[in-house]
């Protein structure tokens, strides 16, 4: 009897980019000019087989390192794409390998050290610079990207002072702001390793206790669900719920002003109801843009695989901006 075959989703998440010039090549270069610039240096570098190593965390003096470098980089003429591989190196207790046909572990500390790998894809065909992520929870993620892209444009190429992150949404953060009243029940996950970048103001707020809880039991992902809605009784009017409400206000103003704050959680969901009482939900994950696909569930795929999944999608997602 054959196996039968376990899948899992691989998502592709979709941002634009925007490279602000310095003053003195301003009238020389524009953003879609800078980003080609940093794409063709990164991979003059990979084809004399070097990379550039860059700590994210550089300027946080109580916070462990995370360097990222490309590890794979190319870039067609024709497409006008760069394909590329950002490596995370990663920290802290390393696993062992188990020696195949046995049960005996081998310490993998001479062997090197563990890096969890990004593929991503930039398409500088059009007026925006697209940049295409195949996700990784544990590798690299797009402000890493950003970052990197931003360094080597500023402190390499002398280029850009600074990058705006552009996030695609539908619309339903300006709608729920418009609507929302009461809220009735919040489902929300973090990250421990995005605690750092979540707006100061509102963390201390609303999340303080998970930087505590993260530094007692070191989680892959905190997830807090509230209910306030009583099921079972229909209430003519129900008890206003001030402290969520407000969170989710706020919440909702950052995501609106600072885009880049939505990509610090893995999941915000809320059930509101608006000044009617009509019940809505919220669903930040479904509010950006993602392509998902199905693959086996213990493949890792190739910058090459990652592309032939996503490509076709990225050239649609150039098209619709463009028009």
């Known amino acids: 009897m054959s196996q039968k075959t376990i899948l899992t989703d691989v998502q592709f998440h979709f941002f634009s980019l925007k490279f602000k010039p310095l003053a003195n090549v301003r009238d020389s270069y524009t953003s879609g000019g800078i980003c080609k610039e940093v794409i063709l240096h990164l991979t003059n570098i990979k084809k004399h087989g070097e990379a550039i190593l860059c700590d994210r965390n550089e ?19 024709n497409e006008r794409r760069a394909k590329m591989t950002m490596a995370l190196i990663r920290k802290g207790k390393r696993p062992k390998l188990m020696q195949k046909g046995t049960f005996k572990l081998k310490s993998i500390k001479d062997l090197g050290d563990i890096v969890e790998v990004t593929h991503f894809f930039i398409d500088i065909s059009g007026d925006n610079n697209v940049i295409c992520t195949e996700r990784n929870p544990n590798g690299p993620n797009i402000h890493d990207i950003t970052y990197y892209l931003q360094k080597i444009a500023k402190v ?45 103001k509102f963390k201390n707020n609303y999340f303080s206790g998970f930087e505590i809880l993260s530094k007692i039991y070191s989680p892959e992902a905190f997830r807090i669900e509230a209910f306030f809605k009583k099921n079972g009784r229909k209430l003519i009017k129900r008890k206003e719920n001030k402290i969520a409400t407000s969170m989710f206000k706020e919440a909702l103003s950052i995501f609106n002003s600072d885009p880049e704050q939505t990509e610090f959680y893995e999941n915000f969901d809320v059930v509101y109801e608006d000044a009617k009482g009509i019940e809505d939900t919220f669903s930040l994950l479904k509010d950006k843009y993602i392509i998902t696909y199905k693959i086996e569930a213990d493949k890792d795929l190739s910058l090459k695989e990652s592309y032939a999944y996503i490509s076709k999608d990225i050239t649609d997602f150039v098209n619709r901006n463009e028009n």
């Open 59 to 77: 300027k946080r003096t109580k916070k462990s390192s995370r360097e990222v470098f490309i590890s794979s980089a190319s870039f067609d003429y």
């Open 156 to 200: 390499d190429l002398s280029l850009a002072r600074t990058t705006e992150l552009i996030v695609p949404n539908t619309g339903t953060i300006e709608n729920s702001m418009d609507k929302i009243k009461n809220v009735l029940k919040f489902d929300v996950k973090i990250r421990p390793s995005n605690l750092d970048f979540i707006e100061s």
